[in-house]
């Protein structure tokens, strides 16, 4: 299904890079889990986290294997048969081996991307992180051993004896877009919405206001 | 984590029914994945299917533990700390045993249900399904034995002490809207968009239209 090691760095970062939420895959005690959550991406390694009060997340203090995807639903594709529905998306699949980071350094740097993933610079600007804060969070790394990128972004593909059916066809497509912002109502006086998130205005597509903000975050690092 | 069988289902349904795209987590050679596809509700059934000539769906014939999730991303929220930074989303994870469908009854009725899943009634009007097509597909079904809903839908949520901190807070909205159609541009003269895709209306949110559609198909059935 695919071969390990190899895969498309540029097809692969682009669908991970689009997306603010991914799904993880692990297997606990037999029991698969797809765990949806937040993921940041530096080079081919992928972080995500949680409370260190999960049971499940201190399982996997020695590494097991895992799965990371991300995908974008882009439409509906509305064929003249069964067969031929389906849907336009993007989606990448990542294999590699989930660890819990423990590296005290590892983690601090962790724990500033995550926040740089709204966009870079954020956390200059932040009251500092406590250490009871990062003790109650589990940051998790794997490495991109391998990784499948399938991307369907096209018309309706019919049978050619189908297209005589007398029935509605076509793609109904489908966006994720910036809404209003809303404020915080304790916001002190005089506090501009930063420059920062500059890239995601009203209307706009998320997938590519976080395209450009991880563009800018990998300029300045 | 979760207590089997006990769950608060008119919560799950409704986070599972507003959406079209899931992800499935199962476990095949110790190996977990996180595979993106359709699924479509029944009760407390769900079922997705995939290519027949898939390697990995041919090992789910003797039923797998597996875990399907939905989840949809509501807003990005940006605290005066990085430990409270965090997403506004609904998801709901449902846990069960994965099996596919070898009933020929059971497997022509899901096959319906798929396309129905777009708006009822749009099987009625579709070529046929060919018994090679059915052949080529193999439906996975799943029973919910438990699943967990959550939800988080508010605003920055900082620390008291911390909300002296310069810093801009808030939440940036996001949500998935449907675009405009795209018309097969082969479709025969006179061919209406047809009324069932009344509620898929352009500007208007992806997760509302799949709701009613959903409430219209068990009002049907």
Redesign the interface.
């Known amino acids: 299904?695919h071969e390990r090691g190899r895969y498309d760095r540029a097809a692969v970062f682009a669908v991970l890079d689009a997306g603010?939420?991914c799904?993880?895959?692990?297997?606990l005690d037999?029991?698969?889990?797809?765990?949806?959550t937040?993921h940041w991406r530096e080079d081919d390694r992928l972080y995500w986290h949680g409370s260190s009060a999960s049971?499940?997340l201190r399982q996997l203090k020695a590494g097991t294997?895992?799965?990371?995807?991300v995908?974008h639903?882009d439409?509906?594709v509305?064929?003249?048969?069964?067969?031929n529905?389906s849907?336009n998306?993007r989606?990448v699949?990542c294999?590699g081996t989930a660890r819990i980071i423990d590296d005290p350094e590892e983690k601090a740097h962790a724990?500033?991307g995550?926040?740089n993933r709204?966009y870079p610079g954020?956390?200059d600007?932040?009251?500092?992180?406590?250490a009871q804060?990062s003790k109650?969070?589990t940051v998790i790394g794997m490495r991109i051993e391998d990784a499948s990128a399938k991307v369907r972004a096209k018309?309706?593909a019919?049978d050619e004896e189908?297209?005589?059916?007398?029935?509605?066809?076509?793609?109904?497509?489908?966006?994720?877009?910036?809404?209003?912002?809303?404020?915080?109502?304790?916001?002190?006086p005089g506090?501009?919405?930063?420059d920062g998130?500059s890239a995601?205005r009203e209307g706009e597509r998320?997938d590519e206001a976080l395209l450009q903000t991880q563009r800018l975050y990998e300029n300045e690092s």
Request: glycine content about 6%; some cysteine; hydrophobic content about 45%.
């Open positions: 299904m603010l939420l799904h993880v895959a692990y297997t037999g029991q698969p889990y797809c765990t949806p937040i049971r499940m294997p895992a799965c990371l995807t995908s639903l439409g509906l509305l064929a003249r048969c069964g067969f529905h849907a998306y989606s699949m294999f724990l500033l995550v926040v709204f954020r956390s600007d932040l009251r500092t992180t406590s804060e109650a969070t018309g309706v019919d189908d297209y005589d059916h007398p029935v509605w066809a076509g793609v109904i497509s489908v966006r994720t877009v910036i809404g209003a912002d809303q404020p915080c109502p304790r916001l002190l506090i501009a919405r930063p998130l995601y998320l």
